[in-house]
């Protein structure tokens, strides 16, 4: 299965159309790449409803940058997921 990303950035008017945010959703899930003005250079993930903001990526480029972010989504589910079935003893 192919992840749509969608280009969600803001862009002025006359200025240059760089894209600085992608987005995809899947089912509930909102996951977004995008660049910060406090993080220059760098781009971030976040995510809900999984509670991520501005997590900073390694990757430099805009693909690897949305692998990452998938990764660190299903990483995090799981992770999580194993904590909450751990503490029912299911």
Known sequence: MSIAWKDVSSYSRG???IPTAWECCIGDIRIRV?????????????????????KPLKS?????????????????????????HGAYGN
């Open 34 to 54: 995008h660049r910060h003005i406090d993080y220059p250079g760098a781009w971030l993930m976040s995510c809900v409803p999984v509670i991520i903001d501005k």
């Open 15 to 17: 200025g240059p159309r």
């Open 60 to 84: 430099a480029g805009i693909a690897p940058a949305k692998d990452e972010a998938i990764v660190a989504v299903d990483t995090w589910l799981a992770k999580n997921s194993d904590t909450l």
